[in-house]
């Protein structure tokens, strides 16, 4: 089992950047595929980014692609979400999300096991 852990939320401008982490304790991350989710008010939640347990694949929601990196440091048990070019449409609460690294990379929330309480930030115009 593992436990996630996100901070790093708060308020930015538009345009401006943030970068949450995700940290992990109770198992290795290297043993899981790990993703962020989001969900806005009034909104179901959604896929951001993904990446493997060995941190060579990744895999991005379209609308972030480009203006968002996820990483991990596997040493460190955790993982990162660097975004820029921020607007109000990525006002959320962001969940990490940790699955099993025997399935495939997914966006699909039920790939994965276990999940964190969420960090909220909002983007002001």
């Known amino acids: 089992q593992v436990q996630l852990v996100e901070s790093g939320g708060g308020l930015v401008q538009a345009g401006g950047s943030l970068r949450l982490s995700c940290a992990a304790s109770?198992?290795?991350?290297?043993?899981?595929?790990m993703g962020w989710f989001r969900q806005a008010t009034g909104n179901e939640r959604e896929f951001v980014a993904a990446i493997r347990g060995s941190g060579v694949e990744t895999n991005y929601a379209d609308n972030v692609k480009g203006r968002f990196t996820i990483s991990r440091d596997n040493g460190g048990n955790t993982m990162y979400l660097e975004m820029y070019n921020l607007n109000p449409a990525d006002t959320a609460v962001y969940h990490c999300?940790?699955?099993?690294?025997?399935?495939?990379?997914?966006?699909?929330?039920?790939?994965?096991?276990?999940w964190g309480q969420g960090t909220q930030f909002t983007v002001a115009s």
């Open positions: 109770g198992s290795p991350v290297s043993t899981y595929n």
């Open positions: 999300a940790a699955g099993s690294v025997l399935k495939p990379l997914s966006a699909w929330a039920p790939s994965y096991d276990y």
